[in-house]
């Protein structure tokens, strides 16, 4: 079945540092993939996604640029702020032939970013 | 912007009750899903949801667990008899479709049940 790996944390950076989250996936077609964000206490924000290889996504100055020959979707953002600390998710859905309502995400067992005055 | 909601955001219950966590989906979208994170775990899909049946659901949905749009605007996730395992924060998501196009999932910010 389809799985996600990401790098476990905590990952502890001082700010204006360069951030990587490292992760790769297993999936039997072309998925889709996504990094969500989930603040203290919130649910889960979309943060970007890609969905197909090459694509690049973009948001907030994180990008994540889909790897099919490496099957991976690292998250990278130049200059990390405190106000990103947070856990971040890397997950992926499966595409359908068909619209059959399928396409639940499956999900990493997520990152968590510490950023440091 | 729209937003899909949850309510409550915090139940607690004593094991063996039911449960009903409830979802008003963002109003156009025609797909929705349960998901849960057990505290410090990854999140896990349950099932979706699409034309008022289940179009797939994951090995933890067993048949404790039931599903249910009983109006246009909401929908609901029944726990029958809650297990001290069942203890989680459980997430509702919505999308639109588009034949053919990957549409992004929308999260609510969760519904943290606990059962003691």
């Known amino acids: 079945g389809d799985s996600v790996t990401q790098m476990e944390g905590p990952v502890t950076l001082s700010e204006e540092a360069f951030l990587t989250i490292n992760c790769t996936y297993t999936?039997?077609?072309?998925?889709?993939l996504f990094w969500y964000v989930q603040y203290p206490g919130e649910g889960l924000q979309l943060l970007l996604k890609?969905?197909?290889?090459?694509d690049k996504g973009s948001n907030k100055g994180f990008e994540a640029t889909y790897r099919k020959e490496t099957t991976s979707f690292h998250l990278e953002k130049g200059s990390v702020q405190v106000s990103d600390s947070a856990v971040y998710f890397c997950a992926l859905s499966e595409r359908e032939r068909r619209d059959t309502g399928r396409r639940a995400l499956t999900f990493g067992s997520g990152t968590r970013l510490q950023v440091q005055p | 912007e729209p937003e899909v909601t949850q309510t409550p955001s915090h139940q607690v219950t004593q094991m063996g009750q039911e449960v009903i966590l409830r979802c008003v989906p963002i109003s156009n979208h025609l797909y929705f899903y349960w998901y849960r994170q057990i505290l410090g775990q990854k999140v896990e899909f349950l099932v979706s949801f699409y034309n008022n049946e289940i179009s797939e659901k994951s090995e933890i949905f067993d048949d404790q667990f039931s599903v249910e749009r009983p109006d246009g605007s909401n929908f609901t996730l029944k726990i029958r008899s809650t297990k001290l395992e069942d203890s989680a924060m459980y997430f509702c998501?919505?999308?639109?479709?588009?034949?053919?196009?990957?549409?992004?999932?929308?999260f609510g910010p969760g519904t943290r049940l606990l059962v003691l």
């Open positions: 999936a039997t077609g072309y998925p889709s």
């Open positions: 890609a969905t197909k290889a090459d």
């Open positions: 998501a919505s999308r639109t479709t588009f034949r053919g196009v990957e549409e992004t999932q929308y």
